[in-house]
């Protein structure tokens, strides 16, 4: 059983550097062919894809979000770290790592998976 747990700060000063640790547990994030994903959800809004790192290292940025973050791995603890700049009140939010299977082709339609393990979540606020 793939477990994930996040780790942080949960108050961060308006233009500092939010930084996020998932620790996940039950599966290396090394192996093929899993995606890993920061998710974040504001206080009443809908969830938000912020970006991830695949099995590779390959990184890939929601495009809206792309010129302040940045997601990095330290695979010898098999965790891999959220990291979001120049944050502004408008990042609280509840912040969740999961993993996501690669997808596959059938014919010329490549079909994605949904996310089949998730943290609980942590809720990060960003308040002078």
């Known amino acids: 059983q793939v477990q994930l747990q996040e780790s942080g700060p949960g108050l961060v000063k308006p233009s500092q550097t939010l930084s996020l640790t998932c620790t996940v547990s039950?599966?290396?994030?090394?192996?093929?062919?899993?995606?890993w994903s920061w998710i974040r959800q504001p206080p009443g809004k809908g969830l938000e894809w912020i970006g991830y790192?695949?099995?590779?290292?390959?990184?890939y940025y929601s495009p809206s979000l792309k010129s302040r973050t940045s997601i990095s791995r330290d695979t010898s603890k098999n965790q891999f770290t959220l990291q979001l700049s120049s944050v502004t009140p408008e990042d609280t939010a509840v912040y969740y790592c999961?993993?996501?299977?690669?997808?596959?082709?059938?014919?010329?339609?490549?079909?994605?998976?949904?996310?089949?393990?998730w943290g609980k979540g942590t809720l990060v606020t960003v308040s002078s």
């Open positions: 999961a993993r996501r299977p690669s997808g596959y082709y059938s014919g010329s339609y490549y079909f994605y998976y949904g996310m089949d393990y």
């Open positions: 790192i695949a099995y590779s290292g390959s990184t």
């Open positions: 039950g599966g290396s994030i090394t192996t093929n062919y899993y995606y």
